[in-house]
């Protein structure tokens, strides 16, 4: 789990909550339906334009999966994984690998391929596509969220000024001058709301991810890649480590001395 991305939303709702209260905690002042379908409604409408139905509903909820989730082996645990994988075929041959239990599943799918006597170039080919699909998704999710927080401010603008043209439009009636001032002024709150507390943070979590992922499964089809021809366990590690910014290198070279 992701906890900066739970404390953060939780946050933010925990701000809005707080300012409520302190204003008098009248919750029911700060709902109004008109304002929630100009947002969710309109927002949603613009979101599925740009993008195909099939996209939406595949990057939606993985963007969500992601963005709460973190990988389960870091780039500097990942490579002394690979290591002790490249040790045991050196020193037991690849089946051994078939009782080796690996905790990453895109680790373990290469260990697997190997186990199984693929050639290079298949294995090589496979799994960059199987990287390159699965950062395509992502990508995807990302996307999808970014669109939505910049549609949600600007359909918040149209909510506003349809409320004022209602409030304009019955000035000789002043009971008609409350509902529509609030659905003007919350269309805006829920637009600014929903892009700067939700979506676009989520979108930029998942950018993150998306990088993070890029570096950790091209570690691994270059790890599996250098154990597939045989290479020692320290050329692997030596090569890897390559990935890793100055500071974690220095730690995984002390912690090998």
Same mark, same amino acid.
């Given at each position: $789990?992701?906890l #900066?991305t739970?404390?953060?939303?939780?946050?933010?709702?925990?701000?809005?909550?707080?300012? *409520?209260?302190?204003?008098?905690?009248?919750?029911? #002042?700060?709902?109004?339906?008109?304002?929630?379908?100009?947002?969710?409604?309109?927002?949603?409408?613009?979101?599925?334009?740009?993008?195909?139905?099939?996209?939406?509903?595949?990057?939606?909820?993985?963007?969500?999966?992601? #963005?709460?989730?973190?990988?389960?082996?870091?780039?500097?645990?990942?490579?002394e994984?690979?290591?002790?994988?490249a040790?045991?075929?050196?020193?037991?041959?690849?089946?051994?690998?078939?009782?080796?239990?690996?905790?990453?599943?895109?680790?373990?799918?290469?260990?697997?391929?190997?186990? =199984?006597?693929?050639?290079?170039?298949?294995?090589?080919?496979?799994?960059?596509?199987?990287?390159?699909n699965?950062?395509?998704?992502?990508d995807?999710g990302?996307? *999808?969220?970014?669109?939505?927080g910049?549609?949600?401010?600007?359909?918040?603008m149209?909510?506003? *000024?349809?409320g $004022?043209?209602t $409030?304009?439009?019955?000035?000789?009636?002043?009971?008609k001058?409350?509902?529509?001032?609030?659905?003007?002024?919350?269309?805006t709150?829920?637009?600014?709301?929903?892009?700067?507390?939700?979506?676009l943070?989520?979108? =930029?979590?998942?950018?993150?991810?998306?990088?993070?992922? =890029?570096?950790?499964?091209?570690?691994?089809?270059?790890?599996?890649?250098?154990?597939?021809?045989?290479?020692?366990?320290?050329?692997?590690?030596?090569?890897?480590?390559?990935?890793?910014?100055?500071?974690?290198?220095?730690?995984? #070279?002390?912690?090998?001395?």
């Amino acid at each position: $789990m992701d906890l #900066a991305t739970g404390v953060g939303l939780l946050g933010g709702l925990a701000t809005v909550f707080t300012l *409520i209260m302190i204003d008098g905690g009248n919750f029911a #002042a700060y709902f109004d339906k008109h304002a929630v379908i100009v947002i969710f409604g309109g927002a949603t409408a613009a979101t599925m334009m740009r993008f195909p139905f099939s996209t939406i509903a595949h990057g939606l909820p993985m963007g969500l999966r992601f #963005a709460f989730t973190m990988r389960s082996i870091k780039p500097p645990e990942l490579i002394e994984e690979i290591t002790k994988i490249a040790d045991v075929v050196r020193k037991s041959g690849p089946m051994a690998l078939e009782n080796m239990e690996i905790s990453d599943p895109f680790l373990a799918q290469g260990a697997r391929y190997i186990a =199984d006597g693929y050639d290079r170039e298949f294995i090589r080919d496979t799994m960059e596509r199987d990287r390159d699909n699965f950062l395509m998704h992502l990508d995807e999710g990302s996307k *999808i969220y970014r669109a939505f927080g910049d549609c949600a401010p600007a359909w918040g603008m149209i909510g506003t *000024i349809l409320g $004022m043209v209602t $409030m304009f439009a019955n000035m000789s009636d002043p009971s008609k001058l409350g509902p529509a001032m609030a659905t003007a002024l919350l269309a805006t709150l829920y637009g600014a709301l929903l892009a700067n507390m939700i979506t676009l943070p989520i979108a =930029d979590k998942l950018h993150v991810k998306l990088e993070e992922e =890029d570096v950790s499964r091209s570690i691994i089809i270059d790890g599996i890649l250098l154990i597939r021809d045989s290479k020692s366990s320290s050329l692997v590690r030596e090569m890897l480590i390559a990935y890793l910014p100055h500071n974690h290198r220095e730690d995984l #070279a002390a912690e090998a001395a």
